[in-house]
């Protein structure tokens, strides 16, 4: 037996199941708004999923919805075989809106999730000081929120829903709100750190963004989603090598994945 | 379990080089207290000249044009009357100061609790909030008389009005403030199965607490209101009765004083509260930091 197999008896990443989801929200004028109809998906145990469709088509309900924050009103979710009816335990979410909680430093704000789930703090230090250098924030320890840009924010947030070793990892259009340039560095920023995590316990990532580049370069599957009420309408499977690099956005293929998809909403008629 | 808002985790080692340090050695005691001193003094200083300015030109005012003192009594006799008999003014000062604070400290301390749970109970909320918005309605000398016959004459009826004057804006602010939580922050606590406990001291309560520090700001100013209103209904102490005694002696320039020294202690106390509210509040969280300028902070 090698050092090597003693990772192998960690938990793997979480293997996430949709079987015929759907959700009804009741409208303001007491109707019904069908959001998602009768969506399934098998995502295998560290997939990194990119979701892409038109806004309003339920990305964000279905990503609500495998956190256990919302529940379907048909079909069911489960994780690793378990029915979803409440959070799960080892869950990392970034919201498109940082939810940062401007009271606490950049540390204190990393550390929550071992605060909440009352863990070693003394023993996920080492983690936070890593997983803030991976984001170039070194020296921000002590900052507030308030006191970060756009960008400096929402890499906080990311380290937050990684301190705690999560298998399954939501982010909902998390890189929305900065610039094009910092986009593309917290794009790599999130390569690189799950590629870190998945050298321990391995996560199962699922990406919502409404950026087809964004969702071909980070994701091994790409589901596109139709206009509401959202169904799968493809799944893709990107094959683009790995590790993706600034490189890869100018290989052939990128942008034969890219086109692809593209007219796939071009179908839809939203292009 | 610690404190809500001021739950701050120390940061690794490094954190400290984070900030930039001042100062490599410190300066002597004298020398920095002189510091501190001029730089008051230079942001203070206009204040203080203009408010100085002020009282200058009433003084001269009153007696190039020989202002009456029944009418209004320059700054100068106002401050004799009040000299006069320092123990009497002390005395009346202390009683009313005894049940603003008595009532205000009451009013705080069963308005936040209240205020929270009627977040967390819709039924609450639908059987205490309208009785509570009738209740604020009602002019609260009315209540005065009442108060007299259950509490009597002496220090209690005076607390419970200032309590009831002082108890309204801090229930409004404290539920107003328990609802400010963003969802998304809410989803997130959740996400983390944070228990509702947690998810009150650590999001809605340190959200809500600079809206409840505002109820508590308007509530100290307002106990004052109470207790002295209290004391003009029925009483024979406190400044609100030493404001009727020299009403009835025609003693203009006692009034004054007394007018100055309740307008004193409410200021003082209304900033022993924002005190409070620095010292138990992290810095994001203060007043002076939601300015509309962020450059005026620097
Ligand atoms: N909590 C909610 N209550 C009622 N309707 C909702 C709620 N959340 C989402 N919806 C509706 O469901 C639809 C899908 O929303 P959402 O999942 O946010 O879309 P996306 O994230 O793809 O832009 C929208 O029409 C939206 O109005
Ligand atoms: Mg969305």
Not at chain 1, 156 to 178: G, N, T
Not at chain 1, 218 to 226: A, C, E, G, K, P
Not at chain 2, 41 to 60: D, H, K, P
Not at chain 2, 86 to 102: I, K
């Amino acid at each position: 037996m090698s050092a090597n197999d003693t990772l192998v008896t960690d938990p793997p990443a979480a293997a996430v199941r949709a079987e015929e989801v759907s959700m009804v929200f009741p409208a303001p004028d007491g109707a019904e708004l069908r959001a998602l109809a009768d969506v399934s998906l098998d995502l295998p145990p560290g997939a990194f999923c990119g979701l892409v469709g038109p806004s309003g088509c339920g990305k964000s309900t279905f990503l609500m919805l495998i956190a256990g924050l919302y529940r379907p009103t048909t079909g069911r979710i489960t994780i690793d075989e378990e029915q979803v009816v409440r959070p799960w335990d080892a869950l990392g979410v970034v919201f498109q809106r940082d939810a940062l909680l401007e009271w606490r430093t950049v540390w204190d704000n990393v550390l929550l999730p071992i605060e909440v789930k009352r863990l070693d703090k003394k023993k996920y230090r080492d983690r936070a000081t890593r997983l803030l250098e991976l984001v170039g924030l070194t020296g921000f320890e002590g900052f507030y929120p308030g006191e970060l840009s756009g960008g400096m924010r929402q890499r906080v947030a990311i380290c937050r829903s990684l301190i705690h070793e999560p298998r399954l990892l939501l982010m909902d259009e998390p890189f929305a709100a900065v610039d094009a340039l910092t986009r593309e560095k917290l794009n790599f920023d999130l390569l690189r750190l799950t590629a870190e995590s998945q050298t321990g316990r391995g996560t199962t990532v699922v990406f919502v963004t409404h950026s087809i580049e964004e969702a071909v370069l980070l994701s091994d599957q790409i589901l596109v989603m139709s206009p509401r009420p959202g169904k799968i309408l493809r799944l893709i499977g990107n094959d683009l090598p790995k590790p993706r690099t600034l490189a890869t956005r100018s290989e052939p293929r990128f942008h034969a994945l890219v086109d692809d998809i593209r007219s796939a909403f071009h179908s839809m008629g939203l292009v | 379990m610690h404190g809500s808002a001021s739950t701050r985790e120390q940061g690794p080692p490094a954190t400290e080089s984070a900030r930039p340090v001042v100062s490599e050695s410190p300066p002597p005691r004298a020398v920095r207290l002189r510091g501190v001193a001029l730089r008051w003094l230079r942001f203070n200083g206009i204040v203080i000249g203009l408010y100085l300015l002020a009282f200058v030109l009433w003084e001269v005012a009153s007696r190039v044009f020989a202002i009456p003192t029944f009418i209004l009594p320059s700054p100068l006799t106002i401050l004799a009357s009040a000299a006069e008999e320092p123990s009497v003014l002390a005395t009346h000062t202390s009683v009313t100061l005894q049940e603003v604070v008595g009532g205000f400290l009451l009013a705080a301390a069963i308005s936040i609790p209240l205020g929270m749970l009627l977040i967390y109970s819709r039924l609450l909320e639908r059987l205490v909030y309208p009785s509570l918005v009738a209740f604020q309605a009602i002019p609260k000398v009315a209540l005065a008389p009442i108060l007299v016959v259950w509490f009597g004459f002496g220090l209690t009826s005076k607390v419970v009005l200032a309590l009831v004057t002082a108890a309204f804006p801090i229930v409004i602010n404290t539920v107003i403030g328990m609802g400010q939580a963003p969802r998304e922050m809410l989803y997130l606590m959740r996400s983390l199965r944070a228990s509702p406990w947690q998810i009150f001291i650590k999001a809605r309560l340190p959200v809500a607490a600079p809206y409840i520090f505002g109820g508590l700001k308007i509530g100290i100013t307002l106990a004052v209101v109470g207790a002295v209103v209290g004391e003009f209904i029925a009483s024979n102490s406190g400044l609100g009765y030493l404001l009727l005694v020299a009403n009835n002696n025609l003693d203009t320039p006692m009034l004054f004083a007394v007018v100055v020294v309740l307008a004193v202690m409410s200021s003082v106390l209304f900033y022993a509260v924002e005190a409070a509210e620095a010292i138990l509040l992290p810095r994001p969280l203060r007043r002076s930091q939601r300015r509309l300028d962020p450059g005026a902070n620097a």
